[in-house]
């Protein structure tokens, strides 16, 4: 049974930072490309980043470019995302997935196969 699951959310000012992580079972993890994907109230989810199983490729929203990081370490079989200058815009639920397909619509849900519960993010200004 596949299992994601985030930690490292948290209440943090306007311009601080924070590091969420993503614990994968279950899976083969490094066959698979990793997302995170957010959801704020009364909005609809949206892709945040993408990594290729490999490390070596990386997509990225406009709205989080140039101050979030995403990354992994195949041997932890987790997954991160180091966020930066966080705004009040970027307060969400986040929730990192798995897919076995590659490149593409990174940003679209129907791509990921498996999901985790999410960690909450809330920015204060």
């Known amino acids: 049974q596949v299992h994601l699951v985030e930690s490292g959310g948290g209440l943090v000012q306007a311009g601080g930072s924070l590091r969420l992580s993503c614990t994968a079972s279950g899976l083969a993890f490094d066959r698979y490309e990793m997302g995170w994907f957010r959801q704020a109230p009364g909005k609809e989810r949206e892709g945040v980043s993408c990594i290729s199983w490999s490390g070596g490729t990386t997509y990225y929203a406009d709205s989080v470019k140039g101050r979030f990081t995403i990354s992994r370490d195949n041997a932890k079989n987790t997954l991160y995302l180091q966020m930066n200058s966080l705004k009040p815009e970027d307060t969400a639920m986040y929730y990192c997935?798995?897919?076995?397909?590659?490149?593409?619509?990174?940003?679209?849900?129907?791509?990921?196969?498996?999901w985790g519960q999410g960690t909450q993010v809330t920015v204060s200004s």
């Open positions: 997935a798995a897919r076995t397909t590659y490149g593409g619509y990174w940003y679209s849900q129907t791509e990921y196969n498996y």
